[in-house]
């Protein structure tokens, strides 16, 4: 079945004028300016790092590489996009996409560098990066944080607009997974498997949601691998590729690992038991699941791995309890997904404050519970990490630990295998198409 993408997208823009409405009104405030953002500029240099677009300002455009452009929302009245796209000979000049949402604004081409001089009156909120002189000159409050607290909320239930974005976004990251390992297994480099997987998503590397992680062999135990080497290795035990697309300024954030040439077939078997964990924890995927509990619970199916893979010995809840689990494992089962990658609003809250995560899953992003509507990453993994290993080698636990066949293992780096999962009514959908 074709999506009507403009009607899901006319739905999509109704929602938010009446959830911004409700929120403004209920603060007090009678227009919001949301602030694309401006590109960073190197020290000492004429260049700008690469820009990705405020999220509140791309909730509604979709648009990522805006720069210096504003959205005015008067509730009543027809929102005002303030269009950064002076007279220039240098570049092109920015321009708004054939999409639906456009026929509901008022587009005021112009350069704004500055914020626009027509959005005085009432009380005024700006929000984004937005600087106190720029805030004061308007006469607006910056930033309120019940405000922003309000309006992160209002994402974290996607619409269906959303999740046919989310889905097109997983379907395009597909064509690059699948070009990306046949890259590796062609006997590619980091590098040729990078540029492979941009070539088959279409994209050039400025618009990527995040830098790609291509991990060949070791490389793959460092858990944001930001390096891509020209040169091939002499042995191709396993590729971690954690890459992603964004379409119309949603993510998709998948991750696959692969066994190589030289494999031990030990870690192809572990690459088929993390993808059977994998399932196992999005069939438990409801609303109503604490993602806390659904967290620890990997950490359960990861002690049953390392005690049936004789990597440990004792028994799988020792392994959890002794900590042996988080030295294998060491960052949380996943986030939230929209917009952003690491999408707003993951924390559980008291009074408008976001609650650290538990002591124990210090790098859990996401400690709410599920609700129907989100869309969540499920990402367990399982790393031979140096740094993580040595200290428990050192420690009481060490001795459950197989050390012989860690060693022997160690050049495979690691694994992780994530999807990207909308929480329905029943349970889960799984918006990640199949790739091997």
Request: aromatic share 8%.
């Amino acid at each position: 079945m074709t999506l009507d993408l403009d009607a899901l997208q006319t739905r999509h823009f109704d929602a938010l004028e009446n959830r911004y409405a409700e929120v403004l009104a209920a603060q007090g405030y009678d227009r919001l300016l949301i602030y694309s953002g401006r590109p960073a500029r190197h020290f000492g240099d004429d260049q700008d790092a690469s820009f990705q677009g405020y999220g509140h300002f791309q909730h509604w455009t979709g648009q990522a590489e805006l720069t210096h452009s504003w959205l005015l929302v008067h509730p009543g009245r027809r929102p005002v996009c303030y269009l950064h796209a002076p007279d220039d000979f240098w570049h092109l000049p920015a321009q708004l996409p054939d999409e639906a949402w456009t026929e509901r604004l008022e587009v005021t081409p112009g350069h704004y560098d500055e914020a626009p001089p027509s959005v005085a009156g009432g009380r005024l909120a700006v929000i984004g990066d937005v600087s106190a002189a720029t805030s004061a000159a308007l006469g607006a409050e910056l930033n309120p944080p019940a405000l922003l607290t309000a309006l992160d909320e209002g994402r974290v239930r996607k619409s269906e607009y959303e999740i046919a974005c989310l889905s097109e976004a997983n379907r395009m990251a597909i064509f690059g997974h699948r070009a990306a390992r046949e890259a590796f297994l062609a006997g590619g480099s980091e590098l040729d498997i990078h540029l492979a997987y941009l070539q088959a998503s279409r994209q050039r590397e400025s618009v990527l949601p995040y830098g790609n992680i291509v991990g060949i062999g070791s490389h793959a135990a460092v858990l944001h691998y930001q390096h891509y080497d020209t040169q091939a290795p002499r042995e191709r035990y396993s590729l971690l590729v954690d890459a992603g697309h964004r379409y119309r300024g949603y993510c998709a954030d998948i991750t696959r690992t692969w066994a190589g040439a030289e494999a031990d077939p030990l870690f192809a078997d572990l690459i088929a038991r993390m993808h059977d964990i994998k399932q196992r924890l999005i069939a438990a995927v409801a609303p109503g699941v604490g993602f806390v509990e659904l967290h620890e619970r990997m950490h359960r199916l990861l002690g049953e791995l390392l005690v049936v893979s004789e990597l440990v010995s004792g028994s799988a809840e020792a392994a959890v309890e002794s900590g042996i689990t988080r030295a294998f494992c060491p960052h949380g089962l996943g986030h939230l997904l929209g917009v952003q990658v690491h999408d707003v609003a993951g924390r559980t809250a008291c009074n408008g404050i976001p609650l650290p995560p538990p002591v124990e899953h210090p790098a859990l992003r996401l400690t709410r519970e599920l609700e129907a509507g989100m869309v969540v990453t499920i990402e367990p993994g399982f790393y031979f990490i140096p740094l993580l290993l040595a200290p428990l080698r050192q420690g009481t636990a060490g001795h459950e630990v197989n050390w012989p066949l860690v060693e022997r293992l160690a050049p495979h780096g690691g694994i992780r295998i994530e999807d990207n999962v909308r929480i329905t009514a029943q349970g889960a959908e799984n918006l990640t198409p199949r790739i091997e």
